[in-house]
């Protein structure tokens, strides 16, 4: 089955800093890569997401890339702010099927 | 537009006993996913349902867990004689037709004493 592997596990930047998160997956047949973000106690929510026949997609602060060859995908955030403090889920799956997670990282935006 | 809704919030068992979770998915979404999330974790897929139907199960344990979506009402996950190990967040979410994107309910914390 899917395996996803998410990096790092924990990341600390200042505010107005880019944050990065990266992922890698191991089936060549998914085709979707959505990212979550959860806040503490809280249900996760979709923040962005990215289908096989795209390498990149942004929305405001937030960028997608993804590498088919290579099996990952990556988060971009830009001009981070304490309200990005969360921890966020990548996920890979074969569209409309089980979305495979990766463990999470910890984000913590510094004021 | 109500988004995914679960219920109970939280949940309360002593060992033995028997948990229903329920989901009832966004309007005009007809399918249905269960992940848990143990403490500190990632989400673990459970179940994926259609009206009727059991679409895939192979995330969900062969034994004392069982899930079902009827034509009315909404989705049930069962666990039955729980164990302390089942303490967990149990989270559905929903998508329509034909499309890929999950959306989330709050969750049920269950906690088995």
């Known amino acids: 089955g899917e395996n996803v592997e998410q990096h790092p596990s924990t990341l600390s930047v200042q505010e107005g800093d880019s944050a990065v998160i990266k992922c890698t997956y191991s089936d060549s047949a998914s085709n979707y890569f959505p990212w979550y973000k959860q806040e503490l106690g809280k249900r996760p929510q979709l923040i962005i997401d990215?289908?096989?026949?795209?390498g990149e997609k942004k929305d405001q602060r937030i960028a997608v890339t993804l590498n088919k060859t290579a099996k990952h995908f990556s988060l971009h955030i830009t001009e981070t702010q304490p309200e990005d403090s969360a921890v966020y889920f990548c996920a890979a799956s074969l569209s409309g099927y089980a979305l495979n997670f990766g463990k999470g990282t910890s984000l913590l935006v510094t004021p | 537009n109500a988004g995914v809704m679960q219920n109970p919030r939280h949940l309360v068992r002593r060992r033995g006993q028997e948990a229903r979770l329920r989901c009832s998915p966004m309007k005009g979404h007809s399918h249905v996913y269960w992940y848990r999330q143990l403490p500190e974790e990632g989400l673990k897929f459970m179940v994926y349902l259609q009206k009727e139907n059991i679409i895939d199960e192979s995330g969900m344990p062969k034994e004392r867990f069982s899930a079902e979506f009827p034509k009315e009402g909404p989705s049930i996950l069962r666990i039955q004689q729980v164990v302390r190990g089942d303490s967990a967040a149990y989270f559905c979410?929903?998508?329509?037709?034909?499309?890929?994107?999950?959306?989330f309910g709050p969750g049920t914390r269950l906690t088995v004493l």
């Open positions: 990215i289908r096989s026949n795209v």
């Open positions: 979410a929903s998508s329509p037709p034909l499309g890929d994107t999950q959306y």
